[in-house]
């Protein structure tokens, strides 16, 4: 996927049209040092940030062209921008034990709100790893 497949989308959107996915192959392949990874990833980040900034030049005439339903889109890019920032922070939060007394932060956080955040983001990343997992066995992505 490229950078600029989510502002094709969009436009796309606004046009009235739909996308959908082919069953096909790529045979490109995946970046396999750490630097190359992380390069590639940089890359994409900053396509995804360019499309949200571009398209969000006038929220409110986005909002009309896409409708409340198609709004969404534009958040797309944003949240590639802030997940990998905030993941490891959240990694770093939890990891300080199963308690959230032994964290320090359950003066911040209820032990409820703890344990259901640490669930949510262990389950995330699984599924997060798991939608990508078969893109990357099959050559494509």
Known sequence: MSPRTPDLGI????????????????????????M???NQRSRWIKGYMQTWLVHMRHPL????ELK?????LSGYGLRYFFLPLLNPLLWLISSGGSSPRRAGISAIFPGFIY??????LIVGNFFFVYTAAPGACTGGG
């Open 115 to 120: 344990y259901t955040a640490l669930f949510l």
């Open 11 to 34: 436009r796309i959107y606004k046009a009235g049209h739909t996308t959908a996915l082919l069953a096909s192959r790529t045979w490109e392949e995946s970046p396999n040092r750490t």
């Open 68 to 72: 409340l339903k198609g709004y969404g």
């Open 36 to 38: 190359s990874w992380l």
């Open 61 to 64: 005439r986005l909002l009309r």
